[in-house]
């Protein structure tokens, strides 16, 4: 049973406020000797023109606050708090039968219905290396994807890609010139890379080069607009090669797209949203250029048209806006783009209220902070700048940064062997430091609030002790070789005991597993997948604490052991189902 919607029900019926309202005001005492749920009276204090403290004693004596209860929630009051204990066995019994059914799929609900989210997220440019600089949204905009799908939404993930601009007349024009095509062939987004930084380099030769360079690739541009044949071919060649190197690293992180209509889909849609504009007479005049003015919305005027008749990012996000309520007349278009962007998306959404679509009300940025990377320093307090870090100036691709995480955790995971006798063969070895090493990197920007910048440091990811994906995913794969011993010794583990769990570590482990459905609705509300993240390094820590003070398989008696084996099994099922939905996966033996 979910004792805290039955206290909300109850209290709901007591106080006349929303369920829904109520369940955002219960609260968890900081403390378990506290109880398991308390609710605040002040709320209710100017309604009722009394004082919280003797509004939470009259509401504790009302008959409907307890209805249902069965003698298994104690009522009691703290001064403006009335504060809810449960039977230790029976909540034991109640969550530990509820995960056991659900599996790994514990905390799924079906809150949304079936209904279309489109979450548009990653979004790297044509071309251009797959850098660190898209990993945040990346992470995040796939852990928001997995948390929506659990919750019963029809999640639709965009990626749109940056595959439009002046920058394809310059990558054509540098292409014909000195392209190579085995290299092109062999690593198709360093050779574009290079031939594009060469047609920059050229330009700085002489104004008369510029000139020449810089009105070819116009004039390519141009072509490539008006759908001339060879350009419109070499623009898809470079799209279709750069999004196979982008689909590899995507597989290998667990990611999938629904859609990759990028900004080269929308500028056909453009004229029709400019018109639009100009119909309901939002479109002004300024300094040669056309904006929408947003004095009344305390914003800044959304420039839709530039002074050369060009559109930009603004017109291309409206049109995209207007193309996918058509299409999938969605619940939420969620927008995970970095924090610096917040203007533009207001402004967009501002622009699109003003023109009367209602949509604009169910988009939503996401906004996130940067990856820094923490400074080292040598034995005379001297700043190391390693060679793998932004400040040594370099571009780190995303799949050297995966790739140093699953070195540097294949190095613990051998030495660790080691020291067991080399229980692990290399091709074992490998596979473990994949998972471990690309959940360490998925976890390091998912354990904080997303809009905090990430100080990042490979000792601090990489702590099979510490707050990390490593010790989670160690936790699990203890718990798993636990239950293999008992099946090894031929023990089938019965749930029949479970409500012999009440000791205090037990409870303690238990209590946090009864928390993490709402830790789920709470990060999808909020946009927060560290709310999961939280919640499950509580359980592990939790449970640690319980395995380092508690005998489990050789108990003082068999339904204790049978219990204590239930209660394994069901944070092993938490644990993976967290991992699950902030997109990391688990190992059975590490």
Not at 43 to 70: Q, Y
Not at 299 to 305: A, E, F, G, K, T
């Amino acid at each position: 049973m979910d004792y805290k919607d039955l206290i909300a029900t109850n209290l709901s019926a007591c106080t006349g406020l929303d369920k829904a309202q109520i369940e955002g005001l219960i609260e968890i005492p900081p403390k378990l000797e506290l109880g398991d749920y308390a609710f605040p009276c002040f709320v209710l204090a100017k309604t009722l023109h009394k004082a919280p403290p003797m509004i939470a004693n009259e509401l504790k004596d009302s008959p409907e606050l307890v209805n249902g209860f069965d003698g298994a929630v104690t009522v009691d009051t703290a001064g403006p708090y009335i504060n809810f204990r449960i039977d230790r066995g029976v909540l034991a019994k109640s969550v530990i039968n509820e995960i056991i059914e659900a599996g790994d799929q514990y905390g799924n609900k079906n809150i949304g219905e079936g209904k279309n989210v489109i979450i548009e997220f990653s979004s790297p440019n044509i071309a251009k290396p797959f850098h660190v600089g898209h990993a945040f949204t990346t992470i995040l905009g796939n852990s928001l994807s997995n948390i929506y799908s659990r919750l019963g939404y029809n999640v639709i993930r965009f990626n749109h890609l940056g595959d439009y601009g002046t920058q394809f007349g310059k990558l054509i024009t540098a292409y014909r010139l000195w392209g190579d095509e085995k290299a092109m062939e062999e690593n198709p987004i360093d050779e574009l890379t290079r031939i594009y930084v060469k047609f920059h380099d050229e330009c700085k030769v002489s104004p008369e080069r510029e000139k020449e360079l810089e009105d070819t690739a116009r004039d390519n541009f141009r072509k490539l607009e008006e759908g001339k044949e060879e350009e419109v071919a070499l623009w898809k060649r470079f799209r279709d090669l750069s999004l196979e190197v982008f689909e590899k690293t995507y597989k290998r992180m667990g990611i999938k797209f629904d859609n990759y209509n990028g900004e080269s889909f929308y500028s056909s849609r453009i004229d029709s949203v400019v018109n639009m504009l100009e119909s309901k007479g939002l479109l002004e005049e300024s300094e040669g250029a056309r904006v929408v003015k947003l004095d009344d919305e305390g914003l800044p005027p959304c420039l839709v048209v530039k002074s050369d008749g060009t559109t930009i990012y603004a017109s291309r996000d409206l049109a995209a806006i207007l193309y996918r309520h058509e299409k999938f007349n969605f619940y939420k278009n969620i927008y995970v783009v970095g924090l610096p962007q917040q203007l533009h998306f207001k402004q967009v959404f501002a622009v699109l209220k003003k023109a009367g679509y209602k949509c604009a009300d169910d988009c939503v940025h996401v906004g996130f902070g940067l990856l820094k990377f923490k400074p080292k320093k040598d034995e005379n307090g001297n700043e190391i700048v390693e060679a793998f870090s932004t400040r040594a100036g370099n571009i780190i691709k995303l799949d050297d940064f995966l790739d140093k995480a699953t070195e540097k955790t294949a190095e613990i995971i051998r030495k660790n062997s080691e020291l067991r006798g080399g229980d692990m063969t290399d091709e074992q070895i490998a596979q473990v430091s994949e998972v471990v090493g690309l959940g360490a990197v998925s976890y390091t920007y998912l354990k904080a609030g997303r809009e905090k910048d990430i100080l990042f440091d490979w000792d601090d990811m990489l702590d099979f002790e510490g707050d990390t994906a490593p010790y989670l995913i160690y936790t699990y794969a203890r718990i798993k070789s636990i239950l293999r011993k008992a099946a090894d010794q031929g023990i089938s583990a019965s749930s029949d005991s479970v409500s012999e769990l009440t000791a205090e570590d037990e409870y303690a482990v238990i209590r946090s597993l009864a928390d993490f459905k709402d830790a789920v609705v709470k990060a999808a509300e909020s946009y927060e997948p560290f709310m999961i993240s939280r919640q499950i390094a509580l359980i592990a820590r939790n449970f640690n604490r319980f395995y380092n003070n508690s005998r489990i398989l050789n108990c003082e008696s068999a339904e204790l052991r049978d219990a204590r084996l239930k209660l394994c099994e069901a944070v092993a099922d938490t644990i993976k189902s967290g991992l699950d939905m902030l997109g990391i996966g688990v190992v059975e033996k590490m």
